[in-house]
């Protein structure tokens, strides 16, 4: 395995050159040239950023490297070489050179990381971190090299079997002060390396009965938790932000992040709603009842919209699939709703999306993430002339012009009383007349921008 590979060279473990080329809509596949981006310009600009930064691009650790392709009833079907390396650090390093090489294919700006995907569990917390620190090293030494930026880290709180009844919501206060430690050391080494963002997913925080469960004092620990979090991120100066993944239900029954609405709720009982922000994953958000855009819209609107995990749920299956996003309509209505929240900011686009077990082939990670972020770039081109158009947002400002009347404003000031309000019936015989909300003509509209 090659560390270093400069540009044009080969790479050691795809088969493709070391950065696939922006070659327009029009590109046609070759021998030489199977596979270059069709919309991914990066240095295009649209809406005054480049594609680039619009995006913001990452690689995640986990599927992509840590993942073997098991499934409930299969065995691992990859074979990676980095699981044949020798001992388990030896097989971290591998792991790390490969996940490099994948990056410069792809040209991909970020990448993301928990804890345990990067180095192995030791013998105990100092030895885990002393591991995680070695891989730390390594990844700092090949991010000057490379240029690749870290989008966020996040610690494993929910695999190793002390985890089984939750980190921060466990009845045992032990638990909890283990994963305090754990989340310090990460959030520590995600502060060095520079990363824009720390997630926090709850992977365990939930229950599986009521009957063994104090459901209050749960979310009160998961408050204490938080905060001190945010408490540290001050403390050692780290300008990132904290982000929580909402997920409604799996690996527990019922987790208590389920949608970006309860998130907030919490936020606010815990004063952290100005503090957390929250990373979104379109599976996550299908698994709760809502789409992808939903959750996008309302975290813009309550301020709290962080980042993005991109992937698929499948809509046949009740799960987490975890697919790699390629269905446009979809992905060009989330983008659409980014741009309105304000743009991805810090935060970005992170393929939290795996392989099906059955593409085994290395180039297959490739495949997987160049179509995607060709996908997500396209969609962004899709909501960018949405936006520069301005049919749709004009359509809804119609729809609530009248809010903007002296009478509509001073209802919202809280000038007119339940009492006026009546008399105003009353006095000018009032009998509001349906206006047609016309979904089909805005959904005409929105295909022709495709
Ligand atoms: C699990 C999930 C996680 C988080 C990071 O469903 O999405 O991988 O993104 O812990
Ligand atoms: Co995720």
Redesign the pocket.
Known sequence: MRHDLASGQRSAYFSFPSALAYRGPGHVPSAQEPLAYRYYDKNRLVLGKSMAEQLRFAVCY?HSFGWGGTDPFGEPSFQRPWHAAGDPMAQAHAKADVAFELFRVLDAPFFTF?DRDVAPEGATLAESNANLRRIGDVFARKMQDTGVRLLWG?ANLFSNRRYMAGAATNPDPEVFTYAAAQVKNVLELTHELGGANY?L?G?REGYETLLNTDLQRELAQLGRFLNLVVEHKHKIGFKGQILI?P?PAEPTKHQYDYDVGTVYGFLRAHGLEKEVKVNL?QN?ALLAGHTFEHEIALAGALGIFGSL?MNRGDEMLGW?TDQFPNNLPQVAMAMYEVLKAGGIGQGGLNF?AKLRRQSIDPDDLVWAHATAMDLCARALLVAEQMLADGALQRHVQDRYAGWESDDGRAILRGERSLEDLAREVEKRGLEPQPRSARQERLEHLVNSYF
């Open positions: 986990w928990h996040t997630v997913w992977g993944e997920k994953e996550h995990d987490d939290d």
